[in-house]
């Protein structure tokens, strides 16, 4: 009996599975148990011709070829490979010692020659956390080098004959720096400070203002002013691209994957689906950005699924056979029209449509989306003198730097807030509850009586289910003294802002005293982040 390492793509990740091949009597030919679909099912007389057209014999027996283990879905060309090896060490035309312990993946050609499948990044981490060897179609290399596992790519089963494998080539020099630049846009600072600040803290942002604005060329150009992904990063977003099909260059080079999916995207093409299920553009989106060009000509229905993805990160697709997870943690740009005719608002041209018209077009994106934008910028057409100014705006670079600032500041600023005693977390927490007094006896944080009262009496008209830990946390870093509280539930009130409303100001706000690398949020810093946030919450 022969028995491969071999693996099959289930989300974004490869999952074990032994093809095990036994020679037997019967009629001749070939079946595949195992949970199999349609592709492996037809690996059957792929296999048989490429060993005959490769030199091999196939015996005129029965043969069952079982894919371990049988309660997993097996999907993909890729299993013709493995099932080809099983057959010839089944048959004694090859010695196991030849492919030992690697796991095989490839689908194979008529004439023997051996292809590469979908989700070789995935295959590929899958053989380094099982401490194997990994045997494939010639390919480039992918994430890990010769020092950390052993990768031998096969031409074609012929070349078994020889135990002639080759070796993955190099990858082709990384791609260059993009060549567009926020210095291109003249004017619109407010929305160039807005998209520093949303990629400063991750908030979600929506661009709103009429058709040649420039909505569409500042979001294309966020990738510039974010800095380059990690490495864990570049492993999960180049996996992600690697089972969807798609080039992962530029992310292994360290660049933010930018994804803009038509307005008429289907929610299995925006959220993920299919069969065999595969990952949509808010998982390609992970760990960069997606832009929703035209928001409100999208399918009520597919708007509203986004609010799972931008709360948890991940999208859960329940399906008959188990629910499949795929990561989906990105940076959500929006960019709309404030109506049908585009021009409301606008002062150089009369807007057409009538006042049920705007209300119902600004209605599309539904309160629920529209609450979890932390930012709303009004993005106004320039004037022609600012556009025949280009290439003199506010560049990318110095953008950039203040997000890099920013991010450098907040990971010094939590690593401290960690070191500091756990209870006064906890105490501040208490005050949130409205107690008259801390049961456990912890330490109350240092701050002043008369703010603790503050906080006693106004904190707890937020939901509740914003003073959970994170909630709790993030109130905690900012440090507001009973000045910005009162100013915080001022505008609260006025803008009718909401529980999550009230947070994400607070998160912006977080964000914005970053940049300038303040420890405290001041009232500017909240002024600044409920600007943005009473634009939402009136246009909702």
Not at 284 to 295: I, K, R, S
Not at 346 to 359: E, H, L, Y
Not at 455 to 462: A, G
Request: proline share 6%.
């Amino acid at each position: 009996m022969g028995c491969i390492h071999t693996a099959t793509i289930s989300g974004v990740e490869a999952l074990p599975v032994t093809v095990e091949v036994s020679i037997g009597s019967g009629l001749p030919g070939i079946s595949i148990v195992g949970m199999p679909d349609i592709a492996v099912q037809e690996a059957r007389l792929r296999v048989r011709l490429a060993l005959i057209a490769s030199g091999f014999e196939v015996p005129q027996r029965h043969m069952v070829v079982n894919l371990a283990p049988s309660s997993l879905k097996k999907t993909g060309s890729g299993f013709d490979l493995p099932i080809a090896l099983g057959i010839l060490v089944a048959t004694g035309q090859l010695a196991p010692e030849v492919i030992g312990e690697r796991v095989c993946v490839g689908e194979l050609s008529l004439n023997g020659s051996v292809r590469a499948v979908k989700g070789l990044l995935a295959y590929e981490k899958h053989a380094h956390d099982s401490g194997r060897g990994l045997l494939t179609a010639p390919v480039e290399r992918g994430v890990y080098d010769a020092s950390q596992q052993e990768h031998l790519c096969l031409d074609s089963l012929a070349s078994l004959h020889t135990a002639d494998f080759s070796q993955p080539c190099e990858h082709a020099a990384k791609p260059a720096a993009m060549d567009i630049d926020f210095c291109e846009i003249d004017g619109n600072d407010v929305a160039k400070r807005a998209l520093q600040i949303a990629a400063a803290g991750l908030h979600g942002i929506l661009l709103v203002g009429p058709p040649g604005s420039g909505k569409s060329m500042m979001a294309s150009r966020i990738p510039t002013i974010l800095p380059p992904l990690g490495e864990n990063e570049r492993i999960e977003s180049a996996m992600i691209h690697s089972v969807a099909g798609l080039p992962f260059d530029s992310i292994l080079a360290g660049h933010q994957p930018f994804r803009s999916p038509h307005h008429s995207a289907s929610q299995a093409g925006l959220m993920g689906g299919g069969s065999p299920a595969s990952p949509g553009e808010v998982s390609l989106a992970h760990n960069g950005v997606l832009f929703l060009d035209e928001m409100p000509e999208f399918g009520n229905a597919v708007l509203q699924m986004l609010r799972q993805p931008i709360e948890s990160g991940i999208v859960s697709l329940a399906r008959a056979r188990g629910t499949m997870v795929f990561p989906a943690r990105f940076l959500l740009v929006g960019a709309a029209n404030p109506c049908p005719c585009g021009y409301y608002g606008d002062a150089q041209r009369s807007c057409r449509c009538t006042p049920g018209q705007i209300t119902a077009y600004q209605a599309r994106i539904g309160g629920p989306l529209m609450d979890r934008f932390d930012l709303i910028v009004n993005v106004w057409r320039s004037d022609p003198t600012q556009v025949l100014r280009t290439g003199r705006g506010t560049s990318s670079a110095t953008l950039r730097e203040g997000v890099l600032r920013a991010r450098a500041f907040r990971a010094q600023r939590e690593k401290h807030l960690e070191q500091r005693a756990p209870y006064a977390l906890e105490a501040l927490t208490s005050c949130f509850t409205d107690e008259e007094t801390n049961a456990k006896g912890l330490p109350l944080p240092r701050i002043e009586d008369e703010e603790i009262s503050a906080k006693r009496t106004s904190l707890p008209r937020i939901a509740a289910e914003e003073l959970s830990g994170k909630g709790a946390r993030l109130i905690a870093s900012c440090g507001l003294g009973s000045r910005e509280l009162g100013y915080l539930e001022d505008m609260a009130r006025h803008y009718h802002l909401s529980g999550r409303g009230i947070m994400r100001a607070l998160a912006v706000a977080r964000t914005i005293a970053d940049i300038e690398e303040k420890e405290i949020v001041s009232t500017e810093h909240l002024l600044e982040a409920v600007m943005f946030r009473g634009d939402a919450e009136e246009g909702s």
